[in-house]
């Protein structure tokens, strides 16, 4: 029993943390139409980053973090600028744009971090004892918590913000939001920084629970991309309820039937949704 | 064909004839692989050049062709050539039915779920080793009783040739004419009649037929098949040379596959740098000359004899 | 003279804009009928609603008495009803034969030999007046080739009803002589029944056997074009344009 509960606990932790990932590729989806497949390798070298900020050059770990954060934000924006700009409309070439870029930036992670899979340190140690039935890593517990903050403060953004207005106009109507000011060049770039700072939230939050490697940026993208397509694409409350339902089912499915195979336990939802459900839990079906 | 086009091509199939007589065993193992990253890219700009849809799977459909062959040959003693045909039309099927799951819903949907099945057909091959020997390869019979390169070159140019004679006629056919009236304008094509999602799911699931069979003779050549076949890094390859020669033209995949293939050659005496070397360039012409080494050319002979 | 379409209670909205509301209308065989309002009424998007662009979320769409309202663009096309544009979507990067043929290839059928296809294309890009034209890139070509162009497209399908989103927009008054003849030729050799949407007021009233006038997604006024122009609530449409 309290094995079970410890798994379900696994997988909500997990679940939070797939929702911020997936949130940085619905926002791009859903604003500019543009399905970043660098995602998980920002993740991975936001993972780097804070390794390196922490181990090589002494930043505390809780200032590592944002400061990880802000570099991948800054990536992100450097990238709308030079490569994704110029294919907006061109849903091909922003496709295979954003394809090699994965493929480039994972050989430059290889030549600059190495092969070996990296850790920053934990931020704390110890673990707690929950309710009395199980006892569970305060890393783990820390990692949660600071993961709700961040999804709240993206809901704050999205819900409250000038930002997210000017977001939710021109995923709605582009035209329009141009026609009541909106600036959509200036929103992409932001929109598409942001996006890249959630997958970097994503991997500093992880990396000191399961470290990064270069060759791991597949499944974190994957992982963003079947969240999105579950809870339908460019829904928020999908990425949440998504990312709850695969980080849940993977930890169950891995403890019970096969750790080799946690990650077909995504694709099968992925193929189930598209047969029965190919809009999404909360996506709107479209015309 | 035009007569001028139809010439340049045998004249160029009269050329490719005498490779094996002057080519070292080395460049010419260099050409048989070239010869199949032609089919792969060829096959690939069928759907991505000519109907705008990006698969990610055309490397994972050719390890269906080349495991699907290679297991089949090993367990159940089939010949070869069986073998492939039965990978090929695995390869139909399933890339029917990964279209049709997908393509109603958009392109975006396509490149999502492909990326995600090569992901998972690595897994399930790397895990299921007592059948697919996971990364330690599988070992295959060859195609002929006695190995000779000179052998295999002349078969591969033999499937390639007939690949690429396929790929044209398709190009120039009315299948092909609604393939480009999709990549133009999907509502225009739908309210002209063209049923969109079909022509779609089609040149997809032809596409894909294509890289099994491609796969297929390229496990029985290396006769070891190994998870590199249908991974995502040799998706990488055959994109970059779709992109650099040229997508949305005949000789474009044609031209980038040689031109990568030997380049990556010389490039690997420094260590593997040819990927991210090719990334970049692919990054940069997809940026800056969408059409390809080959549309740069085009258009600076043009300007040239105009 | 039968009914050759029926809408009854369309409605259609883009987020919280609804800019088909409620919309009954019909067309009888062999009619041309015009369909006029403001910029932003919603004819285009009943159009659209009619070619299967896009489909309405209440309402029924029929088609020679068969229900028509959730088919996709290509059945309905194949049913026979098809459509220029109003920003004009010829295939940009396939050639002016290229261009029709995709029209005839759409009417699905399997036995005619790509000869006779090619023969039929030629007529129609003659009949449009773009002889001379094949193998020219419909990018190059102007905007009132690229409208004709279009029309080829549409009329290569064999279609009952034709529908024409402002063609006549952007041409100069001998360029619009020549489009009401081609659309009367039309009519009368072909015996297509045309819906009409214009904002040339002159050329659609002439033209026109009855006129459907739209103003913000609601149909205001109905009837035959003299009925029209002189309704209060169709100029105080139009008035309320100009104010904007
Ligand atoms: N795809 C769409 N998304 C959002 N809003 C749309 C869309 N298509 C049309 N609209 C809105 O619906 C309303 C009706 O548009 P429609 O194009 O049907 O008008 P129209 O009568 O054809 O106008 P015009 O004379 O300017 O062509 C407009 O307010 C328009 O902004
Ligand atoms: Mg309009």
């Keep these: 029993m309290s094995e079970l509960l410890m798994y379900l606990t696994n997988g909500i932790v997990i679940g939070v943390i797939n929702a911020i990932s997936a949130i940085g590729v619905s926002l791009i989806v859903g604003i500019m139409k543009v399905v970043n497949f660098a995602h998980g390798e920002l993740y991975i070298f936001a993972g780097y980053f804070s390794y390196h900020l922490s181990v090589s050059l002494g930043v505390p770990p809780l200032l590592a973090m944002p400061l990880s954060i802000f570099l991948i934000f800054l990536i992100g924006i450097g990238m709308e600028r030079t490569l994704i700009r110029p294919t907006y409309g061109d849903e091909m070439y922003s496709l295979i744009i954003t394809f090699v870029l994965s493929i480039v930036l994972q050989n430059a992670a290889l030549l600059i971090f190495g092969p070996y899979p990296q850790k920053p340190p934990n931020w704390v140690t110890g673990a707690m004892n929950i309710f009395g039935l199980y006892h569970y890593g305060n890393q783990r517990i820390l990692s949660f918590f600071i993961s709700i903050g961040v999804l709240l403060s993206i809901f704050y953004l999205i819900k409250r913000t000038w930002f997210g207005k000017s977001i939710r106009a021109i995923s709605q109507d582009r035209e329009m939001a141009a026609l009541v000011g909106v600036d959509h060049l200036k929103v992409n770039m932001l929109a598409f920084g942001l996006g890249a700072a959630l997958a970097g939230a994503a991997g500093v939050v992880l990396s000191p629970i399961f470290p990064v490697t270069p060759s791991g940026s597949s499944s974190v993208s994957l992982n963003a991309f079947i969240v999105v397509v579950l809870g339908g694409m460019g829904s928020l409350k999908g990425c949440v309820v998504g990312g709850l339902i695969l980080g849940i089912l993977e930890n169950l499915g891995a403890a019970y039937i096969s750790t080799m195979y946690r990650h077909i336990f995504g694709f099968i939802i992925l193929i189930l949704v598209l047969v029965f459900r190919p809009w999404g839990l909360f996506g709107q079906k479209t015309q | 064909m035009g007569n001028k086009k139809l010439w340049i091509s045998f004249a160029f199939i009269i050329l490719a004839l ?79 039915g990964l279209g049709y799951l997908c393509i109603r819903m958009g392109g975006i949907y396509l490149s999502l779920t492909t990326l995600g099945f090569s992901e998972i057909l690595r897994i399930i091959i790397t895990n299921e080793d007592q059948w697919t020997r996971g990364t330690m390869g599988l070992q295959v019979p060859g195609f002929f009783v006695e190995y000779s390169k000179t052998s295999y070159y002349y078969l591969f140019l033999i499937v390639t040739i007939l690949l690429l004679i396929v790929i044209y006629k398709i190009i120039h056919s009315e299948m092909g004419l609604t393939f480009r009236a999709v990549l133009n304008d999907e509502v225009a094509a739908s309210s002209s009649g063209i049923n969109t999602v079909r022509v779609r799911v089609l040149a997809f699931a032809i596409s894909s037929a294509m890289s099994g069979l491609a796969g297929g003779f390229y496990g029985h050549y290396l006769m070891l098949i190994t998870p590199d076949v249908p991974s995502l890094g040799q998706m990488f390859l055959v994109l970059a040379m779709a992109v650099i020669g040229g997508m949305g033209s005949f000789a474009g995949p044609i031209v980038g596959s040689f031109v990568l293939e030997i380049l990556s050659e010389y490039i690997r005496v420094y260590g593997e740098y040819h990927v991210l070397l090719f990334g970049l360039i692919a990054l940069a012409m997809a940026r800056f000359a969408p059409e390809g080494v080959v549309g740069i050319l085009r258009k600076k002979w043009r300007r040239e004899w105009a | ?87 004009v979507r010829p295939f940009l990067k396939m050639s002016c034969l290229e261009n029709v043929l995709i029209g005839i290839i759409g009417r699905g059928d399997p036995r005619e030999g790509i000869k006779a296809k090619g023969e039929e294309a030629r007529k129609l890009l003659k009949f449009v007046s773009l002889e001379g034209h094949e193998k020219n890139s419909a990018n190059n070509l102007t905007l009132i080739e690229k409208k004709r162009l279009e029309m080829a497209r549409a009329l290569a399908t064999q279609p009952r009803l034709l529908l024409l989103d402002e063609v006549l927009a952007g041409l100069n008054p001998s360029e619009i002589l020549q489009a009401l003849e081609l659309i009367e030729v039309i009519r009368t050799q072909l015996k297509m029944t045309i819906f009409w949407i214009e904002h040339v007021m002159g050329a659609i009233m002439k033209a026109s056997d009855r006129i459907i006038v739209l103003d913000q997604g609601e149909k205001i006024k109905e009837g035959r074009p003299e009925e029209v122009v002189n309704d209060s609530k169709v100029i105080e449409a139009y008035l309320g344009e100009s104010d904007a």
């Design chain 3, 1 to 87: 003279m039968g009914v050759i379409i029926e809408g009854k209670g369309l409605t259609k909205s883009f987020g919280g804009l609804t800019a088909v509301k409620k919309v009954d209308f019909h067309l009888n065989k062999g009619e041309i009928v015009g369909l006029i309002g403001p910029n932003g009424a919603g004819k285009t998007t009943l159009f659209n609603l009619m070619s299967g662009v896009y489909h309405p979320e209440e309402g029924t769409l029929s088609f020679n008495g068969m229900e028509i309202t959730s088919l996709k663009s290509f059945e309905i096309c194949r049913l026979g009803i098809a459509r220029t544009f109003q920003i």
């Design chain 2, 18 to 96: 005498f490779p094996p007589l002057f080519l070292s065993q080395y460049w010419l193992h260099v050409m048989i692989i070239s010869l199949f990253y032609v089919m792969m890219a060829s096959s690939w700009n069928l759907i991505a050049g000519f109907t705008g849809q990006v698969s990610f799977a055309h490397a994972a459909f050719s390890g269906m062709g080349a495991y699907t062959s290679g297991m089949l040959t090993v367990y159940l003693g089939l010949p070869p050539w069986l073998g492939i045909l039965i990978g090929t039309g695995v390869a139909a099927l399933l890339g029917f």
